[in-house]
């Protein structure tokens, strides 16, 4: 017999290694993006996963679900260590050079202006420095900034 069950993620019953995780997830509330994933990936194509195809992915593609959610791998989302990328989703530093990709990005002649990032605040935010003087000091959101 064959039977689809719709529930959402942190009510399945989860068991061992997938158990572990999902507590992780329900305590950083990321269920329901989860869950996405999961429709996306292994029910997809018209495929209805079974419980223990929810329970591996769950246990064994723990890194999979922290890039998912924006982290470089599980470790760094338990500990929440979010990874921030610009436009083209490379992953910004302290110490890349950096400009913004719209007007403010350029000076009144076109010149790019480049920023060098020196601190990252950890929310999203950098701290930016250049050397031209009309320039001075600035912060910017990392989804406004390119690598140059």
């Known amino acids: 017999m064959v039977y689809q069950n719709e529930e959402a993620l942190e009510n399945f019953s989860a068991w061992a290694g997938g158990k572990a995780t999902l507590d992780v997830l329900i305590e950083k509330g990321v269920c329901d993006q989860v ?54 989703g490379v992953k910004l530093e302290v110490g890349d050079e950096v400009h913004w990709d719209d007007e403010a990005g350029y000076d009144e002649d076109g010149s790019m202006i480049v920023f060098t990032i020196v601190e ?26 390119e690598i140059v």
Not at 74 to 84: R, S
Not at 131 to 136: H, L, Q, W
């Open 35 to 88: 869950d996405e994933l999961i429709e996306q990936g292994i029910g997809g194509e018209g495929n209805i996963p079974t419980a223990t195809d929810i329970n591996d992915f769950l246990w064994f593609e723990r890194d999979t679900i922290a890039q998912y959610l924006g982290y470089e791998d599980w470790d760094a989302f338990e500990n929440g260590e979010e990874t921030y990328e610009d436009i083209n």
């Open 120 to 145: 990252d605040n950890g929310d999203g935010y950098f701290n930016l420095a250049t050397e031209d003087e009309d320039n001075p000091e600035r912060w910017a959101y990392y989804t406004e900034l």
